[in-house]
């Protein structure tokens, strides 16, 4: 692999919920953006509007950063998050989720009127530690989202109703890395996809087959024979 790949993910405190609305969901991708950076956070908070969230969608955006971290993937989900990082400078990948955590706590808390911790403890970091795991990882990072899509629920086990529907929703989801890794700029000031463009040429020709293979490993479990 040559980068060093870390699995970073949170839930909220007793699995309640992050993001609550769209706003929400844009100030965590407003803060993976603005707090990637060398300097001290400062308070994001008073200074975010849809409009900066939108401005995200630039692959030019010009705002000088001295980033600490590369992210290569990122899906957020109702009481948690996922993020796939590697690190550039010494440090940085906790200095980064430290940022976050803290810069986005701050901001829910404010808005809810609320105090006290928001998760549920130190973010969880996993070495990307194989070549079948750096295959898998950014699949299963993006294939959450499909927790909310009735009939796709038990993806992880295979077990997913009309592959169509899912490729749909996945297209229809912008709370991830997905689409910007299948040519649609959704976000992609933030994310750095150099490492598996290398790898996944045509990535939603990838899932979709990652999908249909899915289907038939199912169908083959269950005995069932194809037309």
Same mark, same amino acid.
């Given at each position: %692999?040559?980068?060093?790949?870390?699995?970073?993910?949170?839930?909220?405190?007793?699995?309640?919920?992050?993001?609550?609305?769209?706003?929400?969901?844009?100030?965590?991708?407003?803060?993976?953006?603005?707090?990637?950076?060398?300097?001290?956070?400062?308070?994001?908070?008073?200074?975010?509007?849809?409009?900066? %969230?939108?401005?995200?969608?630039?692959?030019?955006?010009?705002?000088?950063?001295?980033?600490? $971290?590369?992210?290569?993937g990122w899906c957020l989900m109702g009481n948690h998050y996922h993020l796939l990082l590697s690190e550039r400078? &010494?440090?940085?990948?906790?200095?980064?989720?430290?940022?976050?955590?803290?810069?986005?706590?701050?901001?829910?808390? &404010?808005?809810?009127?609320?105090s006290g911790t928001l998760f549920q403890g130190r973010t969880k970091k996993i070495r990307i530690d194989s070549?079948?795991?750096?295959?898998?990882?950014?699949?299963?990072?993006?294939?959450?989202?499909?927790?909310?899509?009735?009939?796709? &629920?038990?993806?992880?086990?295979?077990?997913?109703?009309?592959?169509?529907?899912?490729? $749909?929703?996945?297209? &229809?989801?912008?709370?991830?890395?997905?689409?910007?890794?299948?040519?649609?700029?959704?976000?992609?000031?933030?994310?750095?996809?150099?490492?598996?463009?290398?790898?996944?040429?045509?990535?939603? %020709? $990838?899932?979709?087959?990652?999908?249909?293979d899915m289907a038939l490993t199912e169908l083959h479990v269950q005995g069932l024979t194809l037309e």
């Amino acid at each position: %692999m040559g980068v060093e790949l870390f699995h970073a993910l949170n839930r909220g405190v007793d699995k309640r919920t992050l993001f609550l609305d769209d706003q929400d969901r844009a100030r965590f991708v407003h803060d993976i953006y603005e707090f990637n950076d060398s300097a001290p956070a400062g308070n994001a908070y008073r200074s975010f509007t849809i409009d900066k %969230m939108m401005d995200l969608r630039n692959p030019s955006l010009g705002r000088e950063r001295d980033m600490i $971290v590369d992210i290569h993937g990122w899906c957020l989900m109702g009481n948690h998050y996922h993020l796939l990082l590697s690190e550039r400078a &010494e440090g940085g990948l906790t200095k980064f989720i430290r940022k976050v955590n803290v810069g986005y706590a701050n901001y829910f808390n &404010e808005k809810y009127a609320r105090s006290g911790t928001l998760f549920q403890g130190r973010t969880k970091k996993i070495r990307i530690d194989s070549d079948a795991y750096f295959l898998h990882i950014l699949h299963y990072i993006h294939l959450n989202s499909l927790d909310l899509l009735e009939g796709a &629920e038990d993806w992880r086990t295979h077990n997913i109703r009309n592959t169509k529907e899912a490729l $749909v929703y996945l297209d &229809e989801y912008r709370w991830s890395s997905y689409l910007d890794y299948c040519g649609t700029h959704n976000f992609p000031s933030i994310i750095t996809m150099d490492l598996f463009q290398d790898v996944f040429r045509n990535y939603r %020709m $990838v899932i979709s087959k990652y999908l249909r293979d899915m289907a038939l490993t199912e169908l083959h479990v269950q005995g069932l024979t194809l037309e």
